[in-house]
């Protein structure tokens, strides 16, 4: 399975807010988008990645304030990511090995989608599914 079924199947809704905004405005972003992740864009360009990780990590156990920190401060610039012709284990690795739970995907430098751990565990159990069903029919016969 590649990243462009994934994307195909979830959608390829992008949400990102500037480098320059607050956080508490990218967290907003965030609840009303129900998202984990907001990528961080400028002038077309991907420049990071907040997560709601960065904020509990570097604004709450640091006693900043979220409306006075901007998101350029916290974020993390480097992000990895992956092309629409990626598979399915190459997610899986990069996210196992980096310790990562969101994966922006590029084509030719533009951001056309991201890819969360709970797309890639989805993608898993639906292969599966396909395995057994396949599986069980061949035993019936």
Known sequence: MTVNQILNAKGK???SVLSTTTV????????EKNIGAILVIDNNDLKGIL???DYARKIVLKDKS???TYVHEIMESNVFSVKLSDNL?????????KRIRHLPVLEDGTV?????ISDVVKAIIEIQKDTINHLNSYISQ
Not at 24 to 31: D, F, I, N, S
Not at 89 to 97: K, V
Not at 112 to 116: A, E, L, R, T, Y
């Open 89 to 97: 284990e190459n997610c899986m690795e990069l996210m196992s090995t």
């Open 24 to 31: 508490y405005e990218a967290l907003k972003v965030m609840g």
């Open 13 to 15: 809704n992008v949400y």
């Open 51 to 53: 997560s709601e990780r």
């Open 112 to 116: 056309v989608g991201i890819v969360s």
């Open 66 to 68: 979220s409306k006075e």
